[in-house]
Structures are given as structure tokens and as C-alpha cells.
């Protein structure tokens, strides 16, 4: 409770903490896929993923699975690894 006798509801801190690290690594699959000179279609393409997964992951609105970070580091040419 507030001093003032109101409840705030806030997000629980791990769940913010997700969504940075959400955030951070859709940067770095942009970052890779524009050095790379790929559109997200042809990303989405060689990764056997949808376009629109491609674009949520970059703007930080999926969690990715480990089956979807195997496809994404293929599309790439990179080991998982070098995703991160």
C-alpha cells in the first residue's frame, strides 16, 4: 500500500526484467539481421519462422523458444551462440 492508503498494482520486478532482456536481444537480431542485409521476409524465409514472428521478436514482444532460436541462428549462418 501507498502512504496515502491506495494499493498500487505494479508488474513483478522478474517480469520486467524479461521484457529488458526481451528488448535487448530483439535489438541484437535487428542489428544482425540489417548488417546482414536481410529483410525480415527473407530472414523469416531461411529461419523457417513467419515474418510477423520475426518482427515481434525485434521489438521485444515474444519470448522465443528454444526450437525458434535453432531456426533463427540457421536463417543467420551462425551458431546460437553468436545470437547472443
Not at 492508503?5 to 535489438?27: C, H, K, M, Q, V
Not at 518482427?55 to 531456426?71: C, M, P, Q, T, V
Given at each position: 500500500?501507498k502512504?496515502?492508503?491506495?494499493s ?15 528488448i535487448?536481444?530483439?535489438?541484437r537480431i535487428?542489428?544482425l539481421r540489417?548488417?546482414?542485409n536481410?529483410?525480415?521476409?527473407e ?7 513467419h ?16 526450437e525458434?532460436?535453432?531456426?533463427l ?11 547472443f
Amino acid at each position: 500500500m501507498k502512504r496515502n492508503g491506495t494499493s498500487e498494482r505494479t508488474e513483478p520486478l522478474a517480469n520486467r526484467d524479461y521484457a529488458a532482456l526481451r528488448i535487448t536481444f530483439g535489438t541484437r537480431i535487428k542489428h544482425l539481421r540489417i548488417s546482414s542485409n536481410l529483410s525480415q521476409e527473407e530472414l523469416a524465409h531461411r529461419s523457417r519462422l513467419h515474418r510477423n514472428y520475426i518482427s515481434d521478436l525485434e521489438r521485444g514482444k515474444r519470448n522465443i523458444s528454444f526450437e525458434a532460436l535453432h531456426k533463427l541462428a540457421d536463417g543467420f549462418g551462425l551458431d546460437i551462440r553468436d545470437l547472443f
